[in-house]
């Protein structure tokens, strides 16, 4: 048999199997299930919820070691499934692992801001692992903007903190390079009117502007590469775990005024050479009022 004919039977039956596979797709999605380290809720206040991760043993380190996960995005990327969890990791190694899942805001919290954040739910969190485990100190592991927030709270409470750990964090934010600067700089788009109208930023508003940065990998690509890989059940698993397989898992919306406070501060402003904004996401002098 000539080359082109092995090919074009090879290929034939290829598409053969991925149109078997395409019914069986809603089937495979509604058997992910995100999040596989056992775990139980150890503190909650408001729509914040503290996991605790439950390990085989007693843990080896006595400080706790706490994520702090960013405020637009599900925490179950630090424990998607079986040999692919950071979580598990730490639990295995012997960290006494906690993790804040900061819950969907409603309407009431558009108010909220950084610093009720860093000095108010993130202060209550710390000083709960700290009486619960009787450590002085705690570990923050901080991921994307929940890392720039556990930067600010070691900033300010530096007595609180042993180590602090960042992943994909954001902290200098003086660079004008990168759409993401561009799309937010003043001259293009006013955070103060669009929160006001707003109130909290929609979920759909944010994912449409990650999808943007890159928007023939995410809205062209992705879809191809499922495509051709439909009736590989390894594959099509591993997808559904990365992207959104259920309502569930969708982002939720961002907190208003935490979203206008971050971006006031953090991103440069329309004058390239001109000051910069001096940061007043968090106020130090609130440290001084922490009990004991």
Known sequence: MEAWQTSFTNETFTNLRRFISTPFLAEKMERVRKGVTPREIVYEEDHLKVYHYIG??????????????????????????????????????????????WGTPTRADRFLTTDDYVNGYLLN??????????????????????????????????????NLVLLATGIDFSTRQGLINLWTDPRYFDVDKFVDTMGNVPADFLQST???????????????????????????EDYFYMEPAK??????????????????????????????????????????????
């Open 56 to 101: 085989e043993g007693e843990p080896r380190f006595k400080t706790p070691l706490c994520f702090v996960f960013a405020l637009v995005n599900r925490p179950y990327i630090m424990d998607l499934k079986e040999g692919r969890s950071i979580v598990a990791n730490y639990v295995k190694a012997g960290f006494d692992t906690y993790l804040i899942d």
């Open 125 to 162: 969190v710390v000083e709960h692992l700290r009486e619960r485990n009787g450590s002085d100190k705690v570990n923050l592991l901080g991921y994307c903007m929940g890392g720039t927030l556990s930067t600010m709270f070691t900033a300010i409470h530096q007595d609180l903190v042993k």
């Open 210 to 236: 990650f999808l943007m940065l890159k928007p023939f990998a995410n809205l062209i690509e992705k879809p191809i590469n499922l495509m051709e890989n439909i009736h590989r059940d390894e594959f099509v």
């Open 247 to 292: 309502p569930a898992d969708e982002k939720p919306d961002a907190f208003g005024s935490a979203h206008r406070r971050f971006a006031q501060d953090n991103l440069p402003a329309a004058e390239p050479d001109g000051p910069q904004r001096r940061p007043r996401s968090v106020l130090p002098e609130r440290a001084a009022e922490r009990p004991g």
